[in-house]
C-alpha cells in the first residue's frame, strides 16, 4: 500500500511538471504581445524603467489544471475560491491552490501510513486531511490580515474624500487621489474601482463591485450612502464624516467587547486542548489504553462522538463570545 502510494504521488508529480512546462512553451510571443496590449501591462523592453502595477483586467490560465477547473466548476467550487483569493490580496491560480492541497495531502498521508503503528494507521487519513488544508487556512488568513487592514485605513480614507470634495475636487476625482496617498490593500482596491468606473462602467456598478470585493460592513454602508446621495441629493462630504465618525465609534466598541470577551475565547480554547492533550499523553504513556478506540467497533463510535462533540462545543462557546458590532 506505501509503494504504491509512493508511486503515484511520484507519477501524478511528474505528469503535473511536464503539462506546466508544456503549457508555459505553447504561449506564443504574439499572443503574449496582444494580451499585454489588452491587458495594458507594459512590456518587457520597458519594464526596467516603469514600475511594476498590477493590470485591472487579470485573465485566467485556462491550459494549466483544465480538468482540475472543470470539476471545481462542476461543483460550484471554482467562484468561490477565486474570490476567496482575490480578497487575499494573492495572485494564485484556482488550479495552483487546488494541487497544493492535494499533493500535501498525499504526501502527509503516506508518511502517516508509515511511520503509523498498525492499529492506528486509519489516522493517516486525518493527518493528511490537515496537511491539505494548509494552503486554505493559509489564504483565509491572508484574507483576515487584509480586510484587518482595509478597515483600518478606511475611516481615514473617507475623511480625505470629504476633504478633497469640499476643495473642489469630484467624487471621482477623490478616488483616483486615494490609491496616490494610500497604501494597499485600500490604495489597490480604490484604484481598480476608479479605473473601471473610468473605462465606462458606471459609477454604482463600480462601487458594487468593491463592495463584494471587500466583505465589509463598513465598506456596504459607504456604497448605500453614496448610491442614495447621488439618487436624493445631499451634502456627500458630511455624510463622509459622519460615516468615518460611526465607524472608529465601532472599533472602540469592537475593542471592549473584546477585552471583555477575553476570558471566555481563553476559557473555550482551554476545554478544547486539554482532551487532546490527555490523549497525547496517554497515547506517549500507555498506548495500548488507546487501542480500544482503534481496535473495538464501540470505541470507533465512541471516538466520533467525542470528536464531533468536541468540535460542537468549541463552535457554541466561539458564538458566544464572538458579538458582532
Not at 509503494?3 to 506564443?28: H, K, Q
Not at 504574439?30 to 511594476?52: M, N, Q, T, W, Y
Not at 465606462?200 to 462601487?207: E, N, R, Y
Request: hydrophobic content about 50%; overall charge positive.
Amino acid at each position: 500500500m506505501a509503494g504504491f502510494l509512493l508511486i503515484f504521488l511520484l507519477v501524478w508529480g511528474g505528469v503535473l511538471a511536464a503539462w506546466l512546462l508544456f503549457a508555459r512553451s505553447a504561449r506564443s510571443a504574439g499572443a503574449d504581445k496582444i494580451a499585454s496590449r489588452v491587458l495594458g501591462a507594459p512590456e518587457k523592453k520597458k519594464a526596467r524603467s516603469h514600475s511594476a502595477r498590477a493590470p485591472l483586467i487579470s485573465v485566467e490560465d485556462q491550459t494549466t489544471g483544465k480538468w482540475v477547473l472543470r470539476l471545481m466548476r462542476r461543483f460550484q467550487l471554482h467562484d468561490r475560491l477565486q474570490r476567496l483569493i482575490e480578497q487575499a490580496g494573492l495572485k494564485w491560480k484556482v488550479a495552483r491552490l487546488v494541487h497544493l492541497c492535494l499533493a500535501l495531502f498525499l504526501a502527509a498521508f503516506w508518511l502517516g501510513w508509515l511511520l503509523l503503528p498498525g492499529h492506528y494507521r486509519a489516522a493517516a487519513f486525518l493527518v493528511g486531511a490537515a496537511a491539505g488544508s494548509v494552503p486554505l487556512l493559509y489564504v483565509a488568513s491572508k484574507r483576515r490580515a487584509r480586510l484587518r487592514k482595509f478597515e483600518e485605513q478606511f475611516p481615514d480614507s473617507l475623511e480625505f474624500m470629504a476633504r478633497s470634495m469640499r476643495a473642489g475636487h469630484a467624487f471621482s476625482v477623490s478616488l483616483e487621489m486615494l490609491h496616490r496617498e494610500f497604501q494597499e490593500p485600500l490604495a489597490g482596491e480604490f484604484r481598480r474601482a476608479f479605473e473601471e468606473h473610468n473605462l465606462g462602467m458606471p459609477l454604482d456598478v463600480a462601487l458594487q463591485k468593491l463592495g463584494q470585493r471587500v466583505p465589509s460592513l463598513d465598506v456596504h454602508f459607504f456604497v448605500s450612502a453614496v448610491l442614495l446621495q447621488k439618487r436624493t441629493g445631499g451634502n456627500l462630504a458630511e455624510i463622509l464624516d459622519k460615516l468615518a465618525y460611526v465607524i472608529r465609534e465601532r472599533f472602540k466598541l469592537r475593542g471592549k467587547i473584546r477585552a471583555i470577551s477575553a476570558h471566555g475565547r481563553m476559557t473555550g480554547l482551554a476545554l478544547t486542548m486539554i482532551p487532546i492533550g490527555v490523549a497525547a499523553m496517554m497515547f506517549v504513556v500507555n498506548p495500548e489504553y488507546l487501542t480500544f478506540f482503534v481496535k473495538e467497533e464501540v470505541g470507533n463510535l465512541m471516538l466520533v462522538g467525542a470528536i464531533v462533540l468536541q468540535i460542537i462545543g468549541y463552535m457554541i462557546i466561539r458564538k458566544i463570545v464572538n458579538i458582532e458590532v
